[in-house]
């Protein structure tokens, strides 16, 4: 059976679309297919599954040689998992950069579009066959836009992803406003989790100048919660980068309702990346930044020694 997967650390589209392909490969391709999940998916990704009634899948802990695979919400081998080039991975579907490093037992098919969400592509992908998608399948899709569009506030959205999740928001019956102000706030309940969880809660590994970067980025509409624990954050964060073999760590606190972004400071090193990523002088252990707030568009491309 053919095994679907996103990335380490999975958010709400590395959650759903596992789940959406794996119906379309084996109630529409009749061809038997599993989602799964490399880790725990954060408190969104939880409240989308429960909301259109789907068990969480399965946590991959093995994956034996052989195995056949679709990849989907990454191309990147630093967030799969290390036997990854051993696996028969059969396709991959990602609106990410190619980052190349995986390797295939033959031709396969690739599907990478300049869209905000995998759940996009897939919705044009399976064209005509989603008037017999079930409900939780449209719903799913709906909310992995939802969240990686920040409800269209990020600069990643493009006129698919809005003309897409209307489609669907009409089709459901639903209200986009609710739904996203219901997902926002489960990805805002971050009080269960330690420090350590938070830095590691939606982080990917970049380098930088030579140096290697764990970018975190924490999505919530309640900041304050998340910057009162700064200090605790900071002294966090040298144990997080240690275990994920990063030089630093950088945390993005993104406020969704004011489409900002607050970078804690640490130390000497990120506050020089800071200024020479976003030309400003940066004076204390936080740097506000307006407007900034998709790590695809905005942080990642600037950031420079």
Same mark, same amino acid.
């Given at each position: 059976?053919?095994?679907?997967?996103?990335?380490?650390?999975?958010?709400?589209?590395?959650?759903?679309?596992?789940?959406?392909?794996?119906?379309?490969?084996?109630?529409?391709?009749?061809?038997?297919?599993?989602?799964?999940?490399?880790?725990?998916?954060?408190?969104?990704?939880?409240?989308?599954?429960?909301?259109? *009634?789907?068990?969480?899948?399965?946590?991959?802990?093995?994956?034996?040689?052989?195995?056949?695979?679709?990849?989907?919400?990454?191309?990147?081998?630093?967030?799969?998992?290390? %036997?990854?080039?051993? /696996?028969?991975?059969? /396709?991959?579907?990602?609106?990410?950069?190619?980052?190349?490093?995986?390797? %295939?037992?033959?031709?396969?098919?690739?599907?990478?579009?300049?869209?905000?969400?995998?759940?996009?592509?897939?919705?044009?992908?399976?064209?005509?066959?989603?008037?017999?998608?079930?409900?939780?399948?449209? @719903?799913?899709?709906?909310?992995?836009?939802?969240?990686?569009?920040?409800?269209?506030?990020?600069?990643?959205?493009?006129?698919?992803?809005?003309?897409?999740?209307?489609?669907?928001?009409?089709? !459901? *019956?639903?209200?986009?406003?609710?739904?996203?102000?219901?997902?926002?706030? /489960?990805?805002?309940?971050?009080?269960?989790?330690?420090?350590?969880?938070?830095?590691?809660?939606?982080?990917?590994?970049?380098?930088?100048?030579?140096?290697?970067?764990?970018?975190?980025?924490?999505?919530?509409?309640?900041?304050?919660?998340?910057?009162?624990?700064?200090? /605790? !954050?900071?002294?966090?964060?040298?144990?997080?980068?240690?275990?994920? @073999?990063?030089?630093?760590?950088?945390?993005?606190?993104?406020?969704?309702?004011?489409?900002?972004?607050?970078?804690?400071?640490?130390?000497?090193?990120?506050?020089?990346?800071?200024?020479?990523?976003?030309?400003?002088?940066?004076?204390?252990?936080? !740097?506000?930044?307006?407007?900034?707030?998709?790590?695809?568009?905005?942080?990642?491309?600037?950031?420079?020694?």
């Amino acid at each position: 059976m053919i095994k679907v997967f996103g990335h380490y650390s999975p958010d709400t589209d590395s959650t759903g679309s596992p789940l959406i392909w794996a119906w379309y490969l084996s109630q529409v391709k009749d061809t038997p297919a599993e989602a799964v999940l490399l880790g725990e998916p954060n408190t969104e990704a939880k409240f989308v599954l429960k909301h259109w *009634g789907f068990e969480q899948p399965a946590i991959l802990t093995d994956l034996p040689a052989g195995t056949p695979v679709v990849v989907v919400d990454t191309n990147n081998p630093s967030e799969l998992p290390a %036997t990854i080039n051993d /696996a028969d991975i059969q /396709a991959i579907i990602d609106h990410h950069k190619l980052v190349g490093g995986l390797e %295939t037992k033959s031709p396969i098919e690739i599907t990478m579009r300049p869209l905000a969400c995998t759940a996009t592509i897939m919705y044009e992908m399976i064209g005509k066959h989603m008037a017999q998608a079930p409900r939780g399948i449209k @719903g799913l899709m709906l909310s992995c836009i939802l969240s990686d569009t920040l409800e269209f506030r990020s600069p990643t959205t493009t006129q698919t992803d809005r003309a897409v999740a209307h489609a669907l928001a009409e089709d !459901l *019956g639903v209200e986009i406003g609710e739904l996203a102000e219901q997902m926002f706030a /489960a990805k805002s309940d971050v009080s269960a989790f330690s420090e350590a969880e938070l830095l590691k809660m939606d982080a990917k590994k970049y380098e930088v100048g030579g140096k290697t970067f764990r970018i975190s980025v924490l999505e919530t509409t309640t900041p304050a919660q998340i910057l009162a624990r700064k200090d /605790a !954050l900071i002294a966090a964060m040298p144990g997080v980068a240690a275990e994920d @073999g990063a030089d630093e760590v950088m945390l993005f606190v993104v406020d969704i309702l004011k489409e900002e972004a607050t970078l804690l400071v640490p130390n000497d090193l990120v506050k020089s990346v800071a200024e020479n990523s976003f030309k400003v002088s940066v004076e204390g252990d936080e !740097l506000v930044l307006p407007g900034v707030m998709s790590r695809k568009k905005q942080i990642i491309p600037v950031l420079t020694l």
